[in-house]
């Protein structure tokens, strides 16, 4: 089978590869040096050249403060790329399955948010993740849209990889205390995405639509900076003293959801996947990057 990945640097795209390729997958990437996804006419090309089985779009402008003074950018590699490579995947009869965000929700419901709950996205980028989600729908009727949240990984620019670059260099940071939701790490992204595609082989109606991927459990990113503090400390890394500031302590171009929590029985119902908890993770990927806990050796 021949599935393509839209991306190839990113962590999603990453750790995608390595396990597709791992479950006997022909995987091609392409990155942005292969394939300008915000350009529909590229977009559509790339994949009508490849002739996949299977498209997977793990590319994304996630530049959240970036895109309130890019929004064409945004749009285009967003939304308007992903809905020319879902309809060029459409003419091959292939599924496409393509990650969004939270960032759909204005975090204002209080509870984890269902697939079919009301969208509100404070920003650009949100919008602009809202509106490839709506174009990657019309134009490939075999489409899978996996909303996620807060993903890290043991490589790449992401949250858990800054606090430790920063904890090396400073002994205390402020991290926001009053915006919840959940960490999610690429590899557990990428298992759930491999056991969608056995089960489209073997379902004689493969479920096709929205679901929410992400991990179990919830935090604040002041909560999640103080558990990789202490991960990274017991693995002998850096640790700083985490203080907690407010949102309004620390202004941002991008207005962020409050509280982005997403709700993942659908996931479960029907395709029987749950996600680790987000701390199991957490310590995996601090494995990764440092070896295992110097108290789980002794």
């Known amino acids: 089978m021949r599935t393509l990945v839209l991306g190839r640097s990113g962590q999603i795209a990453g750790a995608l590869s390595a396990k ?12 942005r040096e292969a394939l300008n996804l915000g350009d529909a006419g590229a977009a559509r090309a790339g994949v009508l050249a490849v002739r996949p089985d299977i498209v997977i ?39 496409f399955l393509h990650f969004s965000t939270d960032y759909v929700f204005d975090g204002s419901k209080g509870l984890p948010y269902l697939e079919d709950d009301e969208t509100s996205p404070l920003g650009v980028y949100g ?48 991290v926001v205390d009053d915006q919840i939701g959940q960490p999610t790490f690429a590899p557990d992204l990428a298992d759930a995405v491999v056991t969608m595609i056995d089960r489209w082989q073997t379902a004689p109606t493969p ?39 407010r949102t309004s302590d620390f202004p941002t171009p ?14 479960m119902a029907v395709y029987g996947i749950r996600l680790p908890h987000w701390r199991a993770s957490l ?9 295992p806990s110097q108290e789980t050796t002794r």
Not at 20 to 31: E, I, N, R
Not at 254 to 267: H, V
Not at 283 to 291: F, M, P, S, T
Request: aromatic share 4%; net charge negative.
């Open 254 to 267: 991008a207005r962020r959801p409050a509280d982005s929590r997403l709700e993942t029985a659908k996931l």
């Open 207 to 245: 479920a096709w639509g929205v679901f929410h991927a992400v991990s179990q459990g919830e935090t604040t990113w002041c909560g999640f900076a103080r558990e990789i503090m202490a991960g990274s400390a017991a693995r002998g890394g850096p640790a700083a003293r985490i203080k907690a500031i």
């Open 283 to 291: 310590g995996d990927c601090l494995d990764e990057i440092y070896g």
């Open 57 to 95: 779009n793990a590319a994304a402008y996630t530049a959240v403060d970036q895109a309130e003074g890019d929004a064409d950018a945004a749009h285009a590699l967003n939304a308007v790329g992903p809905a020319a490579a879902a309809g060029a995947a459409a003419e091959l009869g292939a599924p």
């Open 127 to 174: 919008q602009s993740k809202l509106a490839g989600e709506i174009g990657v729908a019309a134009a490939n009727a075999q489409h899978v849209i996996l909303r996620t949240s807060w993903v890290c990984s043991a490589s790449g620019k992401n949250f858990l990889r800054t606090m430790l670059r920063l904890a090396a260099e400073r002994d205390e940071l402020g």
């Open 20 to 31: 597709l390729a791992q479950a006997g997958h022909d995987v091609v990437t392409l990155g």
